[in-house]
């Protein structure tokens, strides 16, 4: 068994992501669950938030929307409908949609499906900034 996982993340539109990672951090909708090579299998929803490849200064952070996640011993298949590197988001761009979904948030019945489109803009704008900080949501 090796030490390393190979990870990929993907959208409708296109591979976002093929890498052989030690270490993987994910957010499943129930928290966040790190991934080593020979991980039981598994599959996970996904919520908006972070995912973490490596550790410390070397760790890369991507942004994902909500999604699916596959998990076997050599490999993690992230399905998601939305990813950004963390390095290239525009933080003054994000937070003004951030703010508007938030303020838009406000005044929206939580019963409605316009409240969980909203919520979903909020969580991944949420998420992208915190990707450019190096930081989990």
């Not at 080593?36 to 995912?51: A, E, K, Y």
């Not at 490596?54 to 942004?63: E, F, I, R, S, T």
């Not at 933080?91 to 979903?120: C, F, M, N």
């Amino acid at each position: 068994m090796g030490v390393t996982v190979d990870l990929e993340v993907v959208t409708p539109e296109k591979l976002i992501l093929s890498e052989t990672v030690q270490l993987v951090t994910v957010p499943g909708s129930e928290g966040y669950f790190g991934v080593l090579s020979g991980h039981v299998p598994m599959i996970s929803s996904l919520r908006s938030g972070v995912v973490r490849m490596g550790q410390g200064d070397d760790a890369v952070h991507l942004a994902v929307s909500k999604g699916f996640a596959e998990v076997r011993p050599d490999r993690v298949t992230l399905l998601v409908d939305r990813a950004v590197f963390g390095k290239k988001v525009d933080a003054a761009a994000v937070t003004k949609i951030r703010d508007a979904a938030q303020d838009e948030l406000d005044g929206t019945p939580t019963e409605s499906e316009e409240y969980e489109t909203l919520r979903d803009k909020l969580d991944f704008a949420n998420a992208q900034l915190a990707a450019l900080e190096g930081e989990l949501v």
